[in-house]
């Protein structure tokens, strides 16, 4: 079974600054997809980035991009700039042909300090 | 364009009843999947509908059921309610079925079971 590991349950990071959030995964499958997905308080979860494991190229989104390691199985969150409001709940997921459902991470949640 | 819209928002039920969430999905799409979110557990699939039929189940018990209707709007149950159904349940709407394809969330119904 698929199953998606985010290390740090907790993080900080001063405002302006640059944060890194960590993400590995465990498959067998070699076409799949990754997400990272915003929780705020208000509960609602929102996309924040995707990337499609046949692209090599790194996705970003704005302030967003991530460090995309097929052979390592890992799949990192950069976030750049950091704004009071990215402070929230982020969860790493993945998704494949054979498991089309979403498997999540545990979450990381990250502080902005002003 | 309204977002996934959930109701109730929050719910509190006795041990032993019986419990009924809705989610209306964006307007076109067709795919629906229900999470539970908890804090030990983190976020778990429950039912995946596309075009009124189940497409995937995740691993909960006979208790949790759910629907999808002709308009694409999606009710998952809850029979004889346990302290340990207490949980936020999040609705995904998606405009077709399959890997990759971007979920919506909506905001959630948090269940409080006593």
């Known amino acids: 079974a698929q199953t998606v590991t985010q290390s740090q349950p907790e993080m900080s990071v001063q405002e302006a600054e640059t944060v890194t959030l960590s993400c590995t995964y465990d498959?067998?499958?070699?076409?799949?997809?990754l997400f990272w997905y915003k929780q705020p308080p208000s509960r609602q979860m929102i996309l924040v980035i995707r990337?499609?494991?046949?692209?090599?190229q790194n996705a970003t989104e704005n302030r967003f991009s991530v460090n995309f390691q097929k052979a390592a199985k890992s799949f990192s969150l950069k976030i750049s700039d950091s704004q009071l409001g990215d402070a929230a709940m982020y969860f790493c997921?993945?998704?494949?042909?054979?498991?089309?459902?979403?498997?999540f991470g545990k979450g990381t949640r990250l502080s902005v300090i002003a | 364009k309204a977002g996934v819209t959930q109701t109730p928002r929050y719910l509190i039920k006795t041990r032993g009843q019986q419990v009924t969430l809705s989610c209306s999905p964006i307007?076109?799409?067709?795919?629906v999947s229900w999470y539970q979110q908890t804090p030990g557990q983190g976020l778990q699939f429950l039912f995946e509908y596309f075009s009124e039929t189940q497409r995937n189940k995740g691993n909960f018990p006979g208790r949790f059921s759910g629907r999808q209707f002709s308009n694409s709007r999606s009710e998952m149950n809850v029979s004889t309610l346990e302290l340990g159904d207490s949980a936020l349940y999040l609705c995904?709407?998606?405009?077709?079925?399959?890997?990759?394809?971007?979920?919506?969330f909506g905001q959630g119904t948090r269940l409080t079971v006593v």
């Open positions: 995904a709407s998606s405009l077709r079925a399959g890997a990759g394809t971007e979920a919506f």
């Open positions: 498959t067998s499958e070699s076409d799949y997809y």
């Open positions: 997921a993945y998704s494949s042909p054979g498991n089309t459902p979403l498997v």
């Open positions: 990337q499609e494991a046949y692209k090599q």
């Open positions: 307007s076109g799409h067709r795919s």
